[in-house]
């Protein structure tokens, strides 16, 4: 695999821990000790059982937490601690052919994980004003189908993918910055007499 393409791979694995990182170290872990994926030194320790054991573990906590509304929120804020060094570890390790990791490459991973995990935050923030649950359970299967899909497919065709990934994302954004600023728009004051 080219350099380029381990490069869109790293974003690509930043980016999908920003919205679900234990489900996306376990999923790296699990296709490379299947023999799906040969993976770089670095990431070679995401097959260990341990790694895949807790992992798993939390990634399952996760899946349930998420579907609460109000707790999804709190699960969120606490994982911020998690998602961008986990996201920064990823996009490092994936271009990192010796096991050592870059310090551009870190940064650019916590970067993209940061910019992910603001935007699912922010969207769940918003959608936890709404008095259903039922948009909060479609948002977290949304999540959940889109980080397994990436992982899926990623390998293969990464651009294809990064694409895709950021194009959601902006669109996404640029969605929940309408919505929050038609939510909480001022009122227009009255004229002065």
Known sequence: MSEAHLFAIGVLLAWLAGVRAYLTVFGVGLAGV????????????????????????????????????????????????????????????????????GAGMLATGAGVALASHAVKAGSRALLNISPEPVSNWTASATEDVMVVGALGLMWTWPWLVLGVVVTLGVGLLLLLWWAWRRLFRRAPRPAAP
């Open 34 to 101: 299947l023999g799906w994926l040969d993976l770089p030194p670095a990431l070679e320790a995401t097959t260990s059982p341990w790694v895949l054991g807790v992992s798993g573990i939390l990634a399952l906590a996760e899946f349930l937490a998420d579907k609460i509304p109000g707790v999804d929120s709190a699960w969120d804020l606490l994982q911020t601690l998690a998602r961008i060094p986990a996201g920064a570890f990823l996009a490092a390790a994936a271009l990192s052919p010796d096991g050592k990791l």
